[in-house]
């Protein structure tokens, strides 16, 4: 029976001819007006898992002229950090609700492959305080800020209150930095779009300049759509809260999955990283750096990077596609940028006012991209230069030692950034720096 | 010149397994053409996310019949008749077909369905209807009492 033999490897063949589209690298996708190939429809999408193995005694690598340090280690999932002005450092540790409905066969399979990525420790729910009183660069002091929240991810603190955004709303309590409690169970602000799909969970948060307004990113609740546009409702975008009351309106529109919400301090100007689409490419769709503006619609889900239609959403939307504007920055695809922060003026020069970005890495590409802090540099407020690889070493020999997310300056200059698999918040310092007094 | 017969092998209770299972990918094949149909016309993503169940539990006990039929048949020895080689070989090229479809159904939104997975489903019942028929004419004439 070797015809059957031969009809088999036709039909793989036919699958295999779908994925040998030539690569090419992350790097040429840098930067303003990136080249975007042709959308390609898989029958097998291409993947790339990282399978965890830990930190053991390794670090990340850094740059000549900085030294690393674990601030802190045996975390359980720490997603965000902020860096108070009294050198205290807030983590947020936090949980994927894991609500969303197995809709599809599709759905069970996926979880079994990328639940191979996921590392052995049990997610927490929590905000640590962690403060280092020796100056040694190591927090000698970890206490449960606030315990048991419903996956939070975002986290601020401005004009004497703690603002943490679980995936459901946004919780405020009263809070000067120092404190090492707050009181109560919180008040809600506004709630947000939550469970139960809640296909992208991270609700990041973050303080304008003068304290009046509040923004918070909320996710798309598909990759594209396949849980039906009514499922989208109040998705893909960026709100603004108005403080104290809380009223909300949508700020910016079409951004998939939006994190990192920060004003760079130079402009004033609300930037975030977004992570674009999945399954029409190694190379599609690049995950971007953005300025966001005020009423403006970025795309998601009928376009990309512009104006370029997405043929997978039905009905189409022509008019929403001749709105859409493309985003300032592309970071290459798929890196999974969640963490977003500017470098102060006392950084070295290459690097003072610059854009650190927390790549968590890619799983829709064979070959690995992300896992790394990467840095753009800026002049005048705008991006001025191709990406760089700061923080290295995340992935060695296949494997993923650590995944970066949130990252965050200090009032010493530090750097600090939350890898929620490797389970530790890493503090970067330009060599040399005095420590901490 | 008397036709030789043969009984399948794999029975309960004196009726076959594969006989009892082929109705199955039968009916989800085609209900799965259906809600193609119906989602190609809509577009509701739920009538897509029903295609992709009736297919892949179509292709699962599809397989299943297929293996048991295949048993029979290779137990018949000398009594096995030509019409069963196109009655499998038909078969084999159909849940082939429907396994690439289960994979072009799994990618997210319309081009799930529209156009290949539409065409695949109807190309799949359109198989069915001849391999279906073949499979019959094969049990009322070559199939005899179980010995």
Request: hydrophobic content about 45%; proline content about 9%; some cysteine.
């Amino acid at each position: 029976m070797t015809w059957r033999a031969l009809l088999a490897s036709a039909g793989l063949a036919l699958a295999l001819a779908a994925c040998s589209k030539p690569h090419f690298g992350p790097d040429k996708q840098y930067g303003a007006n990136p080249p975007l190939p042709d959308p390609t429809q898989y029958l097998f999408p291409p993947m790339g898992i990282a399978k965890p193995i830990g930190w053991g005694n390794a670090m990340p690598a850094v740059p000549a002229g900085f030294t690393i340090t674990p601030f802190a280690t045996d975390l359980k999932t720490p997603r965000r950090v902020l860096a108070l002005p009294n050198g205290d450092v807030l983590v947020v540790e936090g949980d994927s609700p894991a609500t969303e409905p197995t809709l599809r066969p599709k759905d069970v399979v996926f979880n079994l492959v990328i639940g191979q990525a996921h590392g052995p420790t049990k997610a927490a729910n929590d905000v640590l305080l962690l403060r280092d009183t020796n100056g040694d660069g190591k927090a000698d002091q970890k206490s449960v800020l606030v315990a048991n929240l419903f996956s939070p991810f975002g986290i601020a603190v401005a004009g004497g209150k703690l603002y943490v955004a679980e995936t459901d709303g946004i919780k405020e309590w009263d809070f000067t930095p120092g404190q090492t409690s707050v009181s109560g169970p919180g008040r809600l602000l506004t709630a947000l779009p939550g469970p139960p799909i809640d296909h992208h969970w991270t609700k990041d948060i973050a303080v304008s300049p003068d304290g009046t307004k509040l923004y918070a990113g909320v996710g798309s609740n598909s990759n594209i759509v396949e849980r039906g546009l009514e499922a989208e409702k109040g998705r893909a975008r960026i709100l603004e809260v108005e403080l104290p009351s809380g009223a909300v309106r949508p700020f910016a529109t079409g951004l998939r999955n939006p994190n990192g919400l920060t004003f760079n301090p130079d402009t004033g100007q609300l930037w975030a990283v977004v992570n674009e689409r999945d399954e029409l490419g190694n190379n599609l769709v690049p995950d971007y750096l953005t300025s966001v503006k005020d009423g403006a619609f970025y795309g998601w889900p009928w376009s990309y990077y512009g104006q370029h239609v997405d043929i997978r959403v039905m009905p189409r939307n022509p008019d929403k596609v001749r709105a859409a504007i493309p985003p300032d920055y592309s970071l290459s695809s798929h890196v999974a940028p969640l963490g977003l922060a500017f470098a102060p003026a006392g950084w070295p020069a290459n690097y003072a006012k610059g854009a650190f970005i927390g790549e968590h890495g890619s799983w829709d590409r064979t070959v690995f991209n992300g896992y790394e802090v990467a840095f753009v540099p800026f002049a005048g407020g705008k991006p001025s230069g191709p990406k760089q690889h700061f923080l290295t070493g995340f992935v060695k020999d296949g494997k993923a030692r650590g995944r970066p997310v949130g990252v965050g300056f200090g009032p010493d200059n530090a750097l600090y950034v939350a890898d929620d698999l490797g389970n530790v918040v890493w503090r970067i310092v330009p060599t040399g720096t005095a420590p901490k007094t | 010149m008397a036709r030789e017969v043969f009984f399948p092998r794999v029975t309960i209770l004196g009726v076959p397994i594969h006989a009892m299972l082929v109705p199955f990918p039968i009916a989800c094949f085609t209900g799965a053409m259906l809600t193609d149909i119906t989602y190609s016309n809509s577009p509701q993503v739920q009538w897509a996310n029903f295609s992709q169940w009736l297919l892949a539990f179509g292709l699962i006990m599809g397989v299943l019949a297929a293996i048991f039929g295949l048993i029979d048949f290779l137990a018949a020895g000398r009594a096995r008749p030509r019409i069963g080689w196109f009655h499998m070989g038909g078969n084999v090229v159909m849940l082939i077909l429907a396994f690439i479809n289960n994979l072009v159904h799994s990618r997210d939104g319309w081009t799930g369905v529209v156009p290949t997975g539409l065409t695949l489903s109807v190309i799949t019942v359109l198989l069915m209807i001849v391999t279906g028929f073949l499979g019959h004419r094969m049990t009322y004439v070559h199939v005899g009492e179980p010995a």
